[in-house]
């Protein structure tokens, strides 16, 4: 398995941005697919975006579509999540993730087999 430690989250006002990223260890980081994944007070977690193992891949809710972008370096065993235009609706503990060993994208959340602890994001109207 993926070992994950998540960063970058804060409070930033509507229209602004952040980006998160979600550190790995373990020898897999490379062959494995990551996703993003959030969750804001009293709903369930919900998919964010995903990236396939070599970076070609990607796939993002439509809520996100156009203002996110994930991204990856497999030699620094890092995975970024780029958010511009942020929303209130934003707000939520943003989640790492990893699809151990496999290599193709997943937008559901039981695929995944790494977490990482999470890091809040607040965005201010």
């Known amino acids: 398995q993926v070992q994950l430690v998540e960063s970058g989250g804060g409070l930033v006002q509507a229209g602004g941005s952040l980006r998160l990223s979600c550190a790995a260890s373990?020898?897999?980081?490379?062959?494995?697919?990551m996703g993003w994944f959030r969750q804001a007070p009293g709903k369930e977690r919900e998919f964010v975006a995903t990236i396939s193992s070599g970076g070609v891949t990607r796939y993002y809710a439509d809520s996100v579509k156009g203002r996110f972008t994930i991204s990856r370096d497999n030699a620094q065993n890092t995975v970024y999540l780029q958010m511009n235009s942020l929303k209130p609706e934003d707000t939520a503990v943003y989640y790492c993730?990893?699809?151990?060993?496999?290599?193709?994208?997943?937008?559901?959340?039981?695929?995944?087999?790494?977490w990482g602890q999470g890091t809040q994001v607040t965005v201010s109207s």
């Open positions: 373990g020898r897999t980081f490379s062959r494995s697919a």
């Open positions: 993730a990893a699809r151990s060993g496999y290599a193709s994208i997943r937008i559901d959340l039981r695929e995944y087999d790494s």
